[in-house]
């Protein structure tokens, strides 16, 4: 079973960068999109950032000018570097991936923003 494995986040004071990066636990082909969610305290888990296979990106308004989203050439692995963060960023960032035989979800990372 291919699982979604994250790294970074962690705690760092506003205006600092951090950045998060997810790979697949196994080599997948035909993932069609990877991107980020994140999910705050008391509310619903949002878009950050998507990157398609095509290598087209999106990004959430609220970090269009902050957030960097990547991938390998491979396209199992997607980074998001997060610059000038904000105490509004704090969250569990969570990995998800596109597949052609479903979604899948990775364990969540904590991401916080000292003001």
């Known amino acids: 079973q291919v699982q979604l494995v994250e790294s970074g986040g962690g705690l760092v004071q506003a205006g600092s960068s951090l950045s998060v990066s997810c790979t697949a636990s196994?080599?997948?082909?035909?993932?069609?999109?990877m991107g980020w969610y994140r999910q705050a305290p008391g509310k619903q888990r949002e878009l950050v950032a998507i990157?398609?296979?095509?290598?087209?990106?999106n990004y959430a308004d609220s970090v269009k000018d902050r957030f960097h989203i990547s991938k390998n050439k491979v396209g199992n692995t997607v980074y998001l570097q997060m610059n000038s963060l904000e105490p509004e960023d704090t969250a569990v960032y969570y990995c998800?991936?596109?597949?052609?035989?479903?979604?899948?979800w990775g364990q969540g990372t904590q991401v916080s923003v000292s003001s």
């Open positions: 998800h991936a596109v597949t052609p035989w479903g979604d899948l």
């Open positions: 196994k080599m997948v082909t035909g993932i069609q999109a």
């Open positions: 990157i398609r296979a095509n290598g087209s990106p």
